[in-house]
């Protein structure tokens, strides 16, 4: 059993590669990361750059070309009691009913199951008894497969995209039901989205992969305080001193994102980004140099 409380890292990868195709271009290439145990940590990244990949490798069910990959300091095995995994597919039974799933994630994961949470999640009163999942609605199908994630209360979750067919309103809820899980349990996070607007409001770290590889990692409130949105009057040139992640011309002027180098003229407008400004200037510029900070301690562990 992983403790909750462990120093170790919950998911570190050190130049981990992944190809599934010889001539083809890596999933992953030269990965290395580290997430600090009791993180909630938002996974983003364009469709491709070897999200799903990364978290098939650390549930075991993949292996890396290259590299290492560790859980709690340990290597991943598929099935180990104290991860959950939840695929993007949602791989569930489809002749059985919601609540023969619950039932059959009570059998498999009978040692820790939390069956008042799962039938929470599940909200079965919504559903007939009788009605198979192949019948559900693609929302209802996710809300069911987070609910056997969640039951298993491990100590590392890694959801692949688990509310993307979900609605506004239903996904508030679940989100509120993960994070207090989370902050119940100490349970580390690892959940990748394209909805960043939302990850913003719910996790405290970030994992922003590209090209194969960890473009930015760190807590979020370090990332975006470790920048600056800058606008002025002139061009590209008074960024001189500074890292530039992005520029473009403003009005007369120029708009950029910098992670400052130097003193900053008092004639500038300054402000922090916001995580959505962040992942989508780094995604715009793929030669910005990464920024994947140092591994530390969460904050409820330096505690503990």
């Known amino acids: 059993m992983f403790p909750t409380s462990s120093a170790d890292p919950a998911l570190t990868a050190r130049g981990v590669t992944k ?3 010889r001539r083809g271009p890596d999933a992953l290439g030269g990965c290395t990361f580290s997430i600090p145990a009791g993180a909630v940590c938002a996974l983003v990244g364009p469709n491709g750059a070897g999200k799903s990949t990364l978290l098939e490798i650390a549930a075991g069910f ?3 070309g290259a590299g290492t990959v560790e859980i709690f300091g340990k290597p991943p095995r598929a099935g180990h009691p104290r991860v959950s995994y ?3 597919d949602r791989p569930l039974f489809p002749r059985l009913t919601a609540a023969d799933t619950l039932r059959f994630g009570a059998l498999a994961n009978s040692a820790n199951w939390d069956r008042e949470l799962a039938e929470r ?16 609605s693609g929302g ?19 959801l692949d995209e688990p509310m993307a067919e979900v609605d506004v309103l239903s996904r508030r809820e679940l989100m509120g039901l993960l994070l207090a899980h989370a902050a119940e349990t100490g349970s580390t996070v690892v959940m990748s989205s394209h909805i960043i607007s939302d990850l913003a409001d719910t996790c405290d770290h970030l994992l ?18 470790s920048h600056a949105m800058v606008t002025y009057s002139g061009g590209a040139d008074r960024l001189a001193g500074h890292t530039v992640v992005e520029s ?22 300054v402000r922090q980004p916001t995580l959505e400004e962040l992942v989508l200037a780094h995604l715009a510029a793929p030669d910005a140099p990464d920024l994947v900070l140092a591994q530390q301690p969460h904050p409820e562990e330096s505690a503990a």
């Open 248 to 269: 473009r011309p403003a009005g007369r002027g120029t708009s950029a994102l910098i992670r400052p180098g130097a003193a900053i003229p008092a004639d500038w407008q």
């Open 86 to 88: 939840l695929a993007q």
């Open 140 to 158: 209802a199908r996710a809300r069911i497969a987070l609910a056997v994630a969640l039951g298993k209360r491990a100590d590392l979750l890694l």
């Open 62 to 64: 993949e292996q890396p």
């Open 121 to 136: 999640v599940a909200d079965l009163a919504r559903h007939d008894r009788d009605e198979r999942i192949r019948d559900l």
């Open 19 to 21: 190809r599934y195709r």
């Open 208 to 225: 922003l992969l590209d090209g194969g590889r960890a473009r930015l990692c760190g807590d979020i409130d370090d990332l975006t305080a």
